[in-house]
């Protein structure tokens, strides 16, 4: 089993400035591919953006070129976000599965997070 404990997220402003991160334990491997999704109020989750084992990385049309997902080390990846917009406002979700491939499918993960609340005043 592996967990994922999420951190950062909270309250800013538009065009500001947010991180968040995950921790995993458990049974983790270099090869795991992993990703963020989030779900606005209303909304189905979503990809946000992913990487895979190789480095390789993937963003959903909406976010690119603002925020960027990295990787710490095997088991801790971070969400930077930047020039935040209100309509970024959702809870993420980190998640991660023993795959090489990186999805936008949720279900393509066995692991995830709790849910970090990120909120982008106008």
């Known amino acids: 089993q592996v967990q994922l404990v999420e951190s950062g997220g909270g309250l800013v402003q538009a065009g500001g400035s947010l991180r968040l991160s995950c921790a995993a334990s458990?049974?983790?491997?270099?090869?795991?591919?992993v990703a963020w999704f989030r779900r606005a109020a209303g909304k189905e989750r979503a990809f946000v953006a992913g990487m895979a084992w190789g480095g390789g990385t993937y963003y959903a049309d909406s976010v690119k070129g603002r925020f960027t997902i990295s990787r710490d080390n095997t088991n801790t990846i971070n969400l930077q976000m930047d020039s935040l917009l209100p309509e970024d406002t959702a809870v993420y979700f980190c998640?991660?599965?023993?795959?090489?491939?990186?999805?936008?499918?949720?279900?393509?993960?066995?692991?995830w997070g709790q849910g970090s609340r990120v909120t982008v005043s106008s």
């Open positions: 998640a991660r599965s023993p795959s090489a491939v990186v999805y936008s499918q949720p279900e393509r993960y066995r692991y």
């Open positions: 458990g049974r983790t491997s270099s090869r795991d591919s």
